[in-house]
């Protein structure tokens, strides 16, 4: 019979925290690989993009990842942010609402790669499932009204030696999450979580651990 270690309630619950992430990052129909959003119901632009500040790009010199409370935070002059104004808080609340809808459609996928050389970051290999080490970030998100474009996009890394849930992405996903959740409930003004994911994303951190710490307690 094998050995069941005994693991502290407390971690379990962090544990399935941050399993459900990257469900609740990608929406229902998302999460299962499907889209089944009635896009065009919407009026949305998928290609529309307002940048919080003027860059050129490609970059004339490269863009340097910088730190902010020991979390990894992009290079303004390289990566602002952007915003597709058309998708409004109305779009954002509506259960219809996927990302689906603006993703791989201003930019492709391909686009976003060159982001990598952009920052001097090798581009992994094997980058998937739990040896994901990378991800090309939305810096505002999809589901925050980010826009699909190259000022808003850039490599995400690290740290080593550490298991998936642990990785920077992770940890900026929730605090996407919680953003986007504020933002529903009227707890948060749209423009107001934008700006400020743009300009810091870690300061939400301890907000949205938080968060989601209170609610995996009240259930």
Same mark, same amino acid.
């Given at each position: ?24 990052? =990608? ?37 340097? +990842? ?12 390289? +990566? ?18 996927? +990302? ?10 391909? =686009? %976003?790669? +060159?982001? &990598? ?64 959740? =504020? ?11 934008? %700006? ?7 300061? &939400? ?6 968060? &989601? ?7």
């Amino acid at each position: 019979m094998r050995r069941i270690s005994w693991i502290p309630r407390t971690e379990l619950i962090f544990v399935a925290l941050v399993g459900l992430v990257p469900l609740l990052h =990608q929406g229902p129909a998302e999460a299962s690989g499907q889209c089944h959003a009635n896009c065009q119901k919407f009026h949305i632009s998928d290609t529309a993009s307002t940048a919080l500040a003027q860059v050129i790009l490609p970059p004339e010199q490269g863009c340097q +990842t910088q730190l902010s409370h020991n979390f990894p935070v992009p290079d303004p002059k390289c +990566t602002p942010g952007a915003i597709n104004p058309t998708l409004t808080t109305q779009v954002l609340r509506d259960p219809d609402f996927r +990302t689906c809808c603006v993703r791989d459609n201003a930019t492709s996928a391909a =686009q %976003k790669t +060159t982001t &990598y050389g952009w920052y001097g970051i090798p581009h992994p290999s094997d980058n998937t499932g739990q040896n994901q080490t990378c991800e090309l970030d939305h810096l505002v998100s999809l589901e925050l009204g980010g826009a699909d474009t190259l000022d808003n996009i850039w490599p995400q890394c690290g740290p080593s030696g550490v298991s998936l849930p642990d990785r920077y992405f992770k940890e900026k996903d929730m605090v996407e999450n919680y953003l986007a959740q =504020q933002v529903k409930s009227g707890q948060i003004d749209l423009s107001v979580a934008q %700006k400020g994911i743009a300009s810091d994303w870690t300061q &939400y951190l301890e907000d949205a651990k938080a968060y &989601y710490h209170q609610s995996s307690t009240s259930q």
